[in-house]
């Protein structure tokens, strides 16, 4: 697995919002990248929000058999936090972050509080 997906990325996809959709959709075709759990999540409350609670969970529903979910582990936890504590973002933000580290993969967004140098992770820009 090379991409992770943050939430940023993944509601671009969803809005249909260019140039993130249409990468994003490329992407989905040829692989499945990795989200964190977390930034699931993330991406259920805000479409919660938009569109309801059954249309959040349809959409995850449909996310999972896309992507990777990863479940956050103990070492996952920390480093998010290591990197909280370092950089200037959201918590969520930094599991995304943490998840590419871990899996040595690039961090695909459009989030300014990703797109940093230096970082400890790769990362694509989207916008």
Same mark, same amino acid.
């Given at each position: 697995? %090379? $991409?992770?997906? &943050? %939430?940023?990325?993944? #509601?671009?996809?969803? +809005?249909?919002?260019?140039?993130?959709?249409?990468?994003?959709? /490329?992407?989905? &075709? +040829? +692989?499945?990248?990795?989200? %964190? @759990?977390?930034?699931?999540?993330?991406?259920?409350?805000?479409?919660?929000?938009?569109?309801?609670? /059954?249309?959040?969970?349809?959409?995850?529903? /449909? #996310? =999972?058999?896309?992507?990777?979910? +990863?479940?956050?582990?103990?070492? =996952?936890?920390?480093?998010?936090?290591?990197?909280?504590? $370092?950089?200037?973002?959201?918590?969520? &933000?930094?599991?995304?972050?943490?998840?590419?580290?871990?899996?040595?993969?690039?961090? @695909?967004?459009? &989030?300014?509080?990703?797109?940093?140098?230096?970082?400890?992770?790769?990362? =694509? /820009? #989207? =916008?």
């Amino acid at each position: 697995m %090379s $991409v992770v997906l &943050d %939430s940023w990325a993944v #509601l671009r996809y969803l +809005e249909g919002a260019e140039p993130a959709a249409g990468v994003v959709a /490329d992407l989905l &075709d +040829e +692989e499945r990248p990795a989200i %964190s @759990w977390i930034n699931l999540g993330e991406v259920l409350y805000i479409i919660q929000r938009l569109h309801g609670e /059954d249309q959040a969970a349809r959409t995850v529903h /449909d #996310l =999972r058999a896309v992507t990777a979910p +990863e479940l956050p582990t103990p070492n =996952r936890v920390l480093e998010a936090a290591q990197i909280k504590g $370092v950089y200037r973002m959201a918590y969520a &933000d930094a599991f995304a972050a943490a998840t590419a580290v871990a899996l040595n993969a690039t961090l @695909w967004s459009g &989030d300014p509080e990703l797109l940093i140098q230096p970082a400890r992770w790769r990362w =694509r /820009d #989207l =916008r």
